[in-house]
């Protein structure tokens, strides 16, 4: 397994679950959660930050936009992931929901997929996701919380698994600046990379069995 790992300067913005409990989810964004406003130039044959520090880039060299982790400040933006918890819980197998260990047992790590589980069908032939992972009580909280997940989700086991690139902002060169394109999910090996300010990483599930969320969820 290979992972991206943030830089040290970024890990101590990002404590553990501790001054927050509750239902609003690890990964959601926060109002007071808002990134300073951005000077973007025209660098290294891309984009990046006129001031930009090295913690801004991964190790791969991607760009990852700037937000401030306090969560529990403000209000929860619900359905809006924060860059760096995402990033965090993705690359650290952290549940999305509480920000523990994500479940990980002899059939792999779990996760929940949005995908009718009785039409394999209509998976793409790679499975490609934002989503982190959950652990077991987080899961199965959210199928018992939400219904309707339960008949529109997946619960699989992945036993290999890796960060294949990231959805963000796309820019273009410009006149005075950079431009905005619009959001984008863009492969590692894409040049487009250098010209994408990064907010979620996107990780490749492969060797991935399906369990049966009955099996443990009402436990
Ligand atoms: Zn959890």
Redesign the pocket.
């Known amino acids: 397994m290979t992972t991206d790992r943030l830089a040290p300067q970024n890990r101590k913005n990002l404590p553990r679950q501790t001054s927050w409990t509750g239902p609003v989810p690890y990964i959601t964004r926060w109002s007071a959660e808002r990134h300073p406003p951005l000077r973007l130039v025209e660098k290294r044959g891309g984009i990046g930050y006129a001031d930009e520090k090295p913690y801004d880039r991964d190790t791969r060299g991607v760009l990852w936009s700037r937000t401030p982790s306090i969560p529990g400040k403000g209000r929860p933006q619900f359905g809006e992931v924060h860059t760096l918890r995402q990033h965090r819980a993705m690359a650290e197998l952290l549940?999305q929901?509480?920000g523990?260990p994500a479940d990980r047992n002899a059939e792999g790590v779990l996760w929940l997929l949005g995908e009718d589980p009785h039409d394999r069908t209509s998976w793409p032939a790679e499975l490609l996701t934002t989503h982190p992972p959950?652990?077991r009580?987080?899961a199965a909280a959210s199928l018992r919380i939400c219904p309707h997940l339960r008949q529109r989700c997946v619960a699989l086991r992945v036993r290999s698994f890796r960060p294949v690139g990231v959805r963000g902002a796309l820019y273009r060169p410009g006149l005075a600046a950079p431009l905005p394109v619009g959001a984008v999910g863009v492969a590692y090996g894409d040049p487009r990379i250098r010209w994408v300010r990064a907010g979620q990483l996107i990780m490749r599930l492969d060797d991935v069995n399906v369990v049966d969320p009955a099996s443990w969820a009402d436990g």
Do not use: F, H, S
Request: charged share 0%; net charge neutral.
């Open positions: 549940c929901v509480c523990g959950l652990c009580p987080c």
